[in-house]
């Protein structure tokens, strides 16, 4: 954490927490008033100086008060900000209000309309990952003498599948089994999913760095596994509230965030990078690697069933929004959809 002294970080940490709550410039008498640090306002404004050659803070205008960069938000989420567990009377509220009666779809879209309707921002929910595909061997046999092999693989407990490829060369019996061997002992016991990203990562190393028999063996299982799919989708409630937004309500904007909500596969692939974590993950600003969030803050929690992550929920919204509420709304809200799927016959 930067060393910024403790009186600077109370004054941030108000200055945020007011410009949350208004979302209007904070002046160095306000802060002066409401620090409860007994300060005048002239050593205020000197603090604020200090803050914003540190990059925490900004002045829209001259002469106007600051407001916080997507680095105090930082700051604060990490360090300032305490997150409260919410009371249990508000966790049966938000039960109640999750549709349990219909199908698993109509559960996630009660789900993301909940984020929605309790954050007044962008709730998100992504589709659970088809039942994960386990690959336990893998062999490889010639097919008369043009190129083609009759790749034969074995996922889960005894499911098995076959395929044909063309490779580009012949291959000898004992090339595709020592390939064949090679893929087992690598894979066995992991996901296709998993497989088809890092077979693609070894596709892109120099071909100096791996000898000829892994270099077969990647060729060819980049052809097995190619269509393996990777993204699922996702259902997204009250996108509309983020035209309410002040800081998100440029055109040039809301066009671009509304195109990344209709292609899916930016937020897809934000979404998933949550997949593994254990609690609540917050992206704030440039954070996300996307232009189109620039302006926004995502905030994610990963459901499971029967105790097996298979996706991830969460809020979008601009960078002044509640943290301190919205990240206790989503845990909660991953909690109780985990137990819902769980429950479903």
Known sequence: ?????????RLLKKLVEAYIRDGQPVGSRTL???S?????????RNIMID?????MVISPHTSAGRIPTAKAYRLFVDALVKVQPLHEKEVNHFKNQLDTSSGRGGLLDSASALLSDITRMAGVVMVPRRDITVLRQIEFLPLSDDNRVLVIVVVNEHEV???IITTARRYSPAELQQAANYLTAMFAGKDLCAIRN?????MKAAKDEIN????????MAGQVFADTPTETSYVLAGQTNLMDFSELSNLDKLRQLFDA????SDILHLLDQCLRAESAQVFIGGESGYKALEECSVVTAPYMIEGRLVGVLGVIGPTRMAYERVIPIVNVTAKLLSAALTQRP
Do not use: Y
């Open 1 to 9: 954490m930067l060393e910024i002294s403790e009186r600077a970080q």
């Open 32 to 34: 002066a008033r409401d």
């Open 36 to 44: 409860g640090l007994d300060l005048s306002p002239a050593t205020v």
């Open 51 to 55: 803050l914003e050659e540190l990059g």
């Open 161 to 163: 599948q076959n395929r």
């Open 198 to 202: 890092a077979v693609l990562s070894d």
């Open 212 to 219: 000829s028999v892994m270099q077969s063996a990647i060729t």
């Open 261 to 264: 909500f209709n292609k899916k």
